[in-house]
Nanobody, 115 residues
Framework: QVQLVESGGGLVQAGGSLRLSCAAS????????MGWYRQAPGKQRELVAT???????SYADSVKGRFTISRDIDKNTVYLEMNSLKPEDTAVYYC?????????WGQGTQVTVSS
């Protein structure tokens, strides 16, 4: 079991930046993969970025070069640094991980980018 709590969302103008945080209730050292997803109104939830226990990262094409995922083992926290934000990045952002055969999600944090 793991609980995930996101924070850092808000309202920002296009071109601005935000940093999202995902705090886990247990050590993330041995967790194979953690990721960020987002869901815009009327759209399906989509994968934004992932980071593995070995430090490998992957990104959706729509955010490559603008977003950076990272993790702090000591703080049991995963971050999503978002730069050059666009209105189409507006969504609820969720933190996700899998432990064993179970998926765990945070409650989400709203990101709104105004044009």
């Amino acid at each position: 079991q793991v609980q995930l709590v996101e924070s850092g969302g808000g309202l920002v103008q296009a071109g601005g930046s935000l940093r999202l945080s995902c705090a886990a209730s247990r050590s993330i050292f041995s967790i194979n993969r953690m990721g960020w997803y987002r869901q815009a109104p009327g759209k399906q939830r989509e994968l934004v970025a992932t980071v593995t226990s070995g430090g490998s990262t992957s990104y959706a094409d729509s955010v490559k070069g603008r977003f950076t995922i990272s993790r702090d083992i000591d703080k049991n926290t995963v971050y999503l640094e978002m730069n050059s934000l666009k209105p189409e990045d507006t969504a609820v952002y969720y933190c996700n991980t899998r432990v064993g055969y179970s998926d765990f999600w945070g409650q989400g944090t709203q990101v709104t980018v105004s044009s």
